[in-house]
């Protein structure tokens, strides 16, 4: 056991303790509130934990502690507040995980400070220089790729493109009856029942008109289709005629490249629904123009000269002529006009002429034990075996985080919390420092009795 002496020493060393751990805790509140404006800062906290020598005072279970000790400064990863800003490259992520950027030095660190520019090449960086990563997209299926890159954001403008395919949606008047003039004339209406026309671009991007006609004809009693529900459709090109062929709704491919003409049949059920194409009876609404013959000074469309027109989900009720929809796939050159960064991540790029185009998805990651990355300053964090295997948000089964364009994520310190911790640290400082001064007091009184 140990002597009186050794027990005031004791409560000197019980004191001391309670100093050090005060001040330590003090630093961790007071770094806290030095950063509270820090974007993407996550606050500490401080660990107290009890010290007991049981080799000093032997097993008994009236021992007396030894003071306290800080045994861990842990962090903290709550989500901060996400205010807006307006900024296109400010980015916050709702959730958990991190923004991984690459340094100058070619180091990956992690962050949740999102504040990011342009340098002049239009690599995506913060103000040290350090560039985000994001997940390019392959080229063959337009998914990303694991791998993550600098993200860079190119203003270059987008090339034409021509037409490959169209769709066009809509409905044939039942009640009409068949061309008074069976001589097809385009300039002449009564020579067929409605028109519309559809827009394709070549390969430089140049418009060009592909008038569509439809006449109803007299059905034939022989064709497995229902008399006076047929409808010949017809095509012209800049108002040069074009040859048409019926394609394979289930391959794609021209039934009969022989079929190629200049008119192809519509078939519809008595209910106003289109006849599906069997082989005793071929029938479709996906067509295949044939450019062929549209030479390069016209205007290319393709290498085959060929443009898919897809009337599929077309119907002939009794009620006038209407065009529902129309789409193509083709454009023309355009300027580029700025970006999106979707919430799933995903870099959307947009253009003059109303298209867009996916650049790539930036990349998030996250960590199982995100205590244990280590602060290398600021706002960012480097791996350790601690923290466990990166884990990206493609490798997730479900997203575990969002990202919100034009907005930060504030400090997720409270201001508040942190003053009443100082001052219950400053007080408990006060009282530890107390105890010293007691314990010394009582050491001089048993020294005087000593020497008196």
Do not use: C
């Not at 898919?308 to 355009?334: C, H, L, W």
């Not at 006009?337 to 298209?355: A, D, H, M, P």
Request: charged share 20%; hydrophobic share 35%; proline share 4%.
């Amino acid at each position: 056991m140990p002597t009186g002496k050794g027990r005031q020493m004791s409560a000197f060393t019980q004191g001391l303790s309670g100093l050090r751990a005060d001040q330590k805790a003090i630093e961790v509140t007071s770094n806290n509130i030095a950063n509270s404006n820090a974007v993407g800062f996550k606050s500490s906290r401080a660990q107290f934990g009890d010290v007991y020598n049981s080799l000093y005072f032997g097993g008994s279970t009236k021992n007396i502690g030894k003071g306290t000790t800080i045994m861990d400064v842990d962090q903290q990863f709550t989500q901060g507040s996400v205010v807006p800003t307006g900024n296109p490259l400010d980015l916050a992520i709702s959730g958990d995980g991190f923004f991984k950027v690459r340094t100058t030095q070619g180091a990956f660190h992690y962050t949740r400070a999102g504040m990011f520019g342009l340098d002049p090449n239009g690599f995506v960086e913060n103000s040290s220089g350090d560039r985000l990563q994001m997940f390019p997209l392959d080229p063959n299926t337009g998914n990303p790729i694991n791998t993550a890159e600098d993200m860079v954001i190119s203003d270059a403008g987008l090339p034409p493109s021509a037409s490959s395919e169209a769709a066009i949606r809509f409905n044939l008047d039942a009640r009409d009856k068949p061309a008074v003039n069976s001589n097809f004339d385009p300039l002449d209406s009564t020579t067929y029942n409605s028109s519309s026309t559809v827009v394709l671009y070549d390969e430089l991007g140049r418009k060009h008109n592909l008038n569509l006609y439809w006449t109803r004809v007299d059905g034939n009693p022989a064709d497995a289709v229902d008399v006076g529900n047929q409808w010949q459709v017809r095509a012209q090109l800049d108002g040069i005629p074009v040859n048409l062929a019926m394609k394979n709704p289930q391959t794609g491919q021209v039934i009969d490249p022989a079929s190629f003409a200049d008119t192809q049949s519509l078939n519809f059920t008595p209910v106003g629904a289109l006849v599906d194409s069997t082989a005793a009876s071929p029938n479709t609404a996906l067509f295949e123009v044939d450019l062929a013959n549209w030479t390069a000074a016209n205007g290319r469309f393709s290498e085959t000269g060929r443009v898919a027109i897809d009337m599929r989900g077309s119907t002939q009720f009794g009620a006038g002529f209407v065009v529902q929809d129309i789409a193509q796939d083709g454009y023309e050159a355009a300027n580029f006009t700025g970006f999106k960064i979707e919430e799933s991540g995903r870099v959307v790029l947009n253009y003059s002429n109303g298209e867009t185009k996916d650049a790539g998805v930036v990349s998030l990651f996250r960590f199982r034990n995100p205590d244990g990355l280590v602060q290398v300053g600021e706002n960012k964090w480097q791996a350790t075996p601690e923290a466990g295997a990166e884990l990206t948000s493609l490798s997730e089964d479900s997203a575990f985080a969002n990202i919100i364009q034009g907005s930060l994520e504030e400090s997720n310190v409270d201001l508040t919390e942190e003053l009443v911790k100082l001052i219950t640290f400053q007080r408990s400082y006060q009282a530890n420092s107390q105890s010293i001064k007691t314990q010394d007091a009582l050491l001089q009184t048993a020294t005087n009795l000593r020497n008196g």
